[in-house]
């Protein structure tokens, strides 16, 4: 049988934080402080970064990599709001494209959940990764170090 064009997968990502969902939700709603948690990685230029951060609303993200594993090479990333319910969830459907072709596209949820000693959250995504891409668990991965950032913007 021939290897599938598309491989589809679903994972989930549980994070708890010693501050209120109202302090996570405000790292999503923030332009500032959401490009440091998810646009400023070492290794990439940010070219761009927009956000309209409502139901419907836009953001876009482009980057060149400065070195491994595409020097030189662009990057994107469009993400439209789906649903917004402020300090409790955010909804979004996104594509990631490398020099302009799209290699994925993904529904991801963060649910913010108040707990005795913050907030809990859980982050799933269900996505569609084309030929050559990353894949879910590169993906899973990156998400995992996102989160770990979003740790460090929250609680500092």
């Known amino acids: 049988m021939q290897q599938p064009a598309v491989i589809h997968s679903t994972f989930v990502i549980e994070r708890s934080f010693s501050v209120t969902p109202e302090r996570v939700f405000a790292a999503f709603a923030d332009p500032a402080k959401k490009r440091r948690w998810i646009a400023e990685n070492r290794g990439v230029t940010v070219e761009d970064f927009q956000m309209?951060?409502?139901?419907?609303?836009?953001?876009?993200?482009?980057?060149?990599?400065?070195?491994?594993?595409?020097?030189g090479?662009?990057?994107?990333?469009?993400?439209?709001?789906?649903?917004?319910?402020?300090?409790?969830?955010?909804?979004i459907a996104y594509t990631m494209a490398l020099e302009g072709r799209v290699f994925s596209s993904s529904q991801a949820t963060f649910e913010l959940l108040a707990s005795d000693t913050g907030t809990d959250l859980v982050f799933t995504e269900q996505g569609a990764y084309f030929e050559g891409a990353d894949g879910?668990?590169?993906?899973?991965?990156?998400?995992?170090l996102l989160i770990g950032k979003l740790a460090k913007e929250v609680e500092s």
């Open 52 to 71: 309209d951060f409502r139901p419907g609303g836009r953001e876009t993200a482009r980057y060149r990599f400065l070195g491994e594993p595409f020097p």
């Open 73 to 91: 090479k662009a990057f994107s990333n469009a993400t439209v709001y789906q649903d917004i319910v402020p300090n409790r969830l955010i909804v």
């Open 136 to 144: 879910p668990k590169m993906r899973e991965d990156g998400w995992r």
